[in-house]
């Protein structure tokens, strides 16, 4: 036989060795060329994981089973896969892929299943505990760009649970609505601050397919004690984040792998009652001063353009 038919041939039928080149070699001609590129990354290396690990019969059923329950699990407001992917590395290593910022931007890290658009908006200063649980927390900084100038009128949508691990959508009917939540605006100087309660570690959602998981893998489902913020402003480059207390003992295990150095906060103990007093707050009480950095979109499509020419 010709050598040429023997390989087409090798293409036509299935057999180990080539069983991620059979399969690529189906796809049709009139297809995009971005998805063509990534399936036949994702078959390549899917086929690679199979033979690599010379799964057996049993072990492939079981995959498929999982994937099925996770599936069973989805609904509207519970959303397994992602939360497979966030336990698996990979929301954490999409969002780094795509998120080059200039030196000294603020870093993005994972969005999480929590967030809520629409949430009052308050004037700087605010208290947004509305349980009163916890441990008194005033939160300040300011916005600015990259060469240190301030960025008014910037929002800053901040997120966090109780001091029972629970965010407020999480126990409707218990906690306030929009407990932990709000929208604050920097003023002209760029500033920000707001009060709330510190934040504590918890647990992600575990009662599903991917609590199963981490138990069989031995790891905790908890995340390291963090407030979430999504900065936006006219012309900069949105930054979804976190802030971590630097005393949290998951720090080093965040069960998402959200935490980056960058974003770890000195959270202060405030003891004297004037401070207190002038912060509004029992005393004592914790403090954390953040400065957001945000990049100018221009810059970031620069970075952008840069990366995809080199
Ligand atoms: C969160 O921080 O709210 C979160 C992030 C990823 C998975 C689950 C929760
Ligand atoms: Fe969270």
């Known amino acids: 036989m010709p050598a040429q038919d023997r390989s087409q041939q090798t293409l036509a039928f299935f057999d180990a060795e080539h069983s991620a080149d059979v399969v690529n070699a189906r796809m049709g001609t009139d297809i995009s060329p971005r998805f063509r590129e990534v399936m036949t990354i994702m078959v390549n290396h899917l086929h690679a994981a199979v033979k690599?690990?010379?799964?057996?019969?049993?072990?492939?059923?079981?995959?498929?089973?999982?994937?099925?329950?996770?599936?069973?699990?989805?609904?509207?407001?519970?959303?397994?896969?992602?939360?497979?992917?966030?336990?698996?590395?990979?929301?954490?290593?999409?969002?780094?892929?795509?998120?080059?910022?200039?030196?000294?931007?603020?870093?993005n890290t994972v969005l999480g299943p929590f967030y809520v658009s629409g949430v009052p908006h308050y004037a700087n200063g605010a208290n947004i505990c509305l349980d009163g649980k916890g441990e008194p927390l005033l939160v300040r900084g300011k916005v600015t760009d990259n060469d240190g100038n301030p960025v008014a009128g910037a929002?800053?949508?901040?997120?966090?649970?109780?001091?029972?691990?629970?965010?407020?959508?999480?126990?409707?009917?218990?906690q306030p609505e929009h407990n932990l939540r709000g929208v604050f605006t920097t003023g002209a100087d760029g500033e920000y601050w707001f009060?709330?309660?510190?934040?504590?570690?918890?647990?992600?959602?575990?009662?599903?397919?991917?609590g199963k998981l981490l138990a069989a893998l031995g790891r905790h489902p908890n995340r390291a004690a963090h407030l979430h913020f999504i900065v936006t402003a006219p012309g900069?480059?949105?930054?979804?984040?976190?802030?971590?207390t630097p005393d949290c003992r998951y720090l080093a295990e965040d069960t998402v792998f959200g935490v980056k150095h960058s974003l770890i906060a000195d959270f202060q103990q405030i003891t004297d009652p004037a401070e207190a007093e002038k912060a509004q707050l029992p005393s004592p009480f914790w403090q954390v001063e953040w400065d957001f950095v945000l990049a100018r979109e221009e810059e970031i499509q620069r970075i952008r353009a840069a990366k995809t020419t080199a």
């Not at 089973?65 to 966030?86: N, P, V």
Request: hydrophobic share 35%.
């Open 195 to 210: 009060r709330t309660s510190k934040p504590r570690y918890y647990p992600i959602p575990d009662d599903g397919t991917v």
């Open 236 to 244: 900069f480059d949105t930054v979804v984040t976190h802030i971590f």
């Open 52 to 107: 690599e690990a010379k799964l057996t019969t049993e072990e492939w059923m079981a995959g498929i089973e999982f994937l099925t329950k996770t599936g069973h699990m989805c609904t509207d407001w519970r959303q397994e896969f992602i939360l497979l992917s966030d336990v698996l590395g990979v929301s954490m290593l999409v969002d780094a892929l795509n998120h080059d910022r200039p030196e000294g931007s603020t870093e």
């Open 155 to 174: 929002s800053i949508d901040v997120w966090a649970t109780n001091d029972d691990g629970f965010y407020d959508v999480q126990q409707q009917g218990i």
